[in-house]
């Protein structure tokens, strides 16, 4: 087990993934000043129960590392930052602290890399027509074609997904199984439109 500094937040992040989020309450300005002190990542959580501002909020079970790549202070009290998902974890406890800012005991779950697949190669295609819509500060450079993973992660963070089915792909192990997943979304099946 091994003890980090959680963020819960409305989003789901996936390993590779970029977060930019903008830091304005005390307790996750200081969690981002420890980590940048100590080089080290914070958690980041779908919230299940609560709110990302006030008392503690519940988090899914199984969360993002996110490391940070950049940090600067917006405006006074205001801190910019953006990280890059890494491992996913499990929390086996939390623990909620004065100040309302949680820690949490996590074990890492096993990230499977695997390559696509010709039969997913059309979810690469719209990768790339999403990337393009939604520009350079949506992931970080270089992609990655020809890992399934890399592929799945940036389409559940880019599609219009409910955050429930977000975070079920999140706890899926296998990257191929999230992408037959997500090609129900392109097979003219569901209420997302053929990219």
């Known amino acids: 087990m091994t003890q980090v500094a959680l963020f819960p937040l409305r989003v789901v992040l996936f390993p590779g993934g970029r977060?930019?989020?903008?830091?304005f309450?005390?307790?996750?300005?200081?969690?981002?000043?420890?980590?940048l002190k100590t080089d080290s990542p914070?958690?980041?959580?779908?919230?299940?129960h609560g709110a990302e501002v006030g008392p503690a909020a519940?988090?899914?079970a199984v969360g993002t590392l996110a490391g940070i790549v950049h940090c600067?202070?917006?405006?006074?009290?205001?801190?910019?930052?953006?990280?890059?998902?890494g491992a996913r974890f499990r929390i086996g406890s939390t623990e909620v602290r004065k100040d309302q800012s949680?820690?949490?005991?996590?074990s890492m779950l096993p990230e499977r890399r695997a390559k696509m697949?010709?039969?997913h190669q059309r979810l690469a295609d719209a990768l790339r027509h999403l990337l393009a819509q939604a520009g350079p500060e949506s992931h970080f450079s270089p992609p990655q074609w020809d890992d399934a993973g890399w592929v799945g992660g940036r389409l559940a963070e880019l599609l219009p997904l409910p955050v429930?089915?977000?975070?079920?792909l999140l706890e899926m192990d296998e990257p191929a199984a999230r992408l037959d997943v997500l090609a129900e979304f392109f097979s003219g099946k569901s209420g997302v439109p053929n990219p």
């Open 164 to 168: 429930s089915l977000k975070q079920a």
């Open 58 to 60: 519940e988090p899914q």
């Open 19 to 23: 977060l930019n989020v903008r830091v």
């Open 72 to 85: 600067d202070m917006e405006q006074p009290g205001i801190l910019r930052v953006s990280a890059r998902g």
């Open 117 to 119: 697949r010709a039969g």
């Open 42 to 48: 914070f958690g980041v959580c779908l919230i299940k």
């Open 102 to 106: 949680l820690l949490a005991d996590v």
């Open 25 to 35: 309450e005390r307790r996750y300005a200081d969690m981002i000043s420890t980590c």
